[in-house]
């Protein structure tokens, strides 16, 4: 069944940079498109960054310029690269396919920026 194991989350300060990777199976990644999803504490999951199957990315207005979204289709791997952080980057990560969900949602990964 469809599996998704986020990681890399963590405690950094306002301004620092982290890099997300969510390992997916289950389903053939590489036609699929990806995206990775915020939720911030007391609020709606929502889309920040997507990547086609083809490569083609794009960006919630809130995270242009500053996040960048990557994926290995060798590793059945997606990336998110998170640079001048912000406290209201705070919230759970999650990745997905960013039209149709696959699967459950899995655990997410934790973001938590300091002033």
């Known amino acids: 069944q469809v599996q998704l194991v986020e990681s890399g989350g963590g405690l950094v300060q306002a301004g620092g940079s982290l890099r997300l990777s969510c390992a997916a199976s289950?389903?053939?990644?590489?036609?699929?498109?990806m995206g990775w999803y915020h939720q911030a504490p007391g609020k709606e999951r929502e889309l920040v960054a997507a990547i086609t199957s083809g490569g083609s990315r794009n960006y919630a207005d809130s995270v242009k310029g500053r996040f960048t979204i990557s994926r290995d289709n060798a590793k059945k791997t997606v990336y998110l690269q998170m640079n001048s952080l912000k406290p209201e980057d705070t919230g759970v990560y999650y990745c997905n396919n960013p039209t149709r969900v696959l699967g459950s949602w899995g655990q997410g990964t934790q973001v938590t920026v300091s002033p």
């Open positions: 289950g389903f053939i990644f590489s036609i699929n498109a």
